[in-house]
């Protein structure tokens, strides 16, 4: 079976680094992706990681380690627009993505 | 290109009525989904499609029906709706070419069943 792990929430000041880990095991591996979703809102493509190692897009950086499992998206310099949840998923076989519960991340002044 | 549209954008139900939520996308994808968003519990896969004429069962797929009639429509129906499939109700397609290409959402449905 499928299992994605990521913590409910997070709270972080504007300016400062939030760092949002997943854990997941999946029969079959073809990528983990990240996405932004504002509340009320669709989920919308940030990251996308298939070999180990960090991807940076400018303010977000994601990182996967295949071995274990893992992987995280890292925020840096805050900001307010930022408050979102940030769901992580796994493409195994096929097409099919897998979604963790999501991280609501909650960005202070 | 608009891309994923769903409708209706709102709906509220009583038990037992039945309603179909539409799906549309207009950039050629072979594979559509249908998925439900309760809070904490992420995207649920519901049923899916890899082309015109076909459908599949995902996760969560008791209590719904699914046509794929028209390449560009997916179509979500609820025969006899229950309180427990309240929820936020998002379309997705994917354009299977690989990579970082990925699923593309419509902006969802929100459903309340009393």
């Known amino acids: 079976g499928q299992n994605i792990d990521q913590p409910t929430e997070m709270t972080a000041t504007e300016g400062a680094i939030v760092q949002i880990n997943c854990t997941y095991q999946?029969?079959?591996?073809?990528?983990l992706f990240w996405y932004q979703q504002h509340a009320g809102e669709a989920p919308t493509f940030l990251s996308y990681?298939?070999?180990?190692g960090l991807e940076e897009k400018g303010r977000f950086s994601s990182f996967l380690s295949r071995s274990k499992g893992y992987s995280y998206l890292l925020l840096k310099e805050l900001q307010m627009k930022d408050s979102a949840s940030y769901l992580c998923?796994?493409?195994?076989?096929?097409?099919?993505?897998?979604f963790g519960g999501g991280t609501r991340v909650l960005v202070k002044p | 290109n608009a891309g994923v549209t769903q409708t209706p954008k709102f709906r509220v139900l009583k038990t037992g009525q039945s309603m179909t939520l539409l799906c549309a996308q207009d950039?050629?994808?072979?594979?559509m989904y249908w998925y439900r968003q309760d809070p904490g519990m992420g995207l649920r896969l519901i049923h899916y499609?890899?082309?015109?004429?076909?459908?599949a069962k995902g996760e969560v797929p008791d209590g719904y029906n699914v046509s794929r009639l028209k390449k560009q429509n997916f179509l979500l129906g609820l025969e006899s709706a229950a309180p427990s499939q309240t929820s936020v109700y998002f379309c997705?397609?994917?354009?299977?070419?690989?990579?970082?290409?990925?699923?593309?959402f419509g902006p969802g449905t929100r459903l309340t069943v009393l």
């Open positions: 998923a796994v493409r195994a076989a096929g097409n099919k993505l897998t």
């Open positions: 999946t029969s079959g591996f073809n990528g």
């Open positions: 990681n298939v070999l180990d």
């Open positions: 950039m050629n994808h072979e594979y």
């Open positions: 499609s890899v082309g015109e004429g076909t459908t």
């Open positions: 997705a397609s994917d354009p299977t070419s690989g990579g970082q290409d990925t699923q593309y």
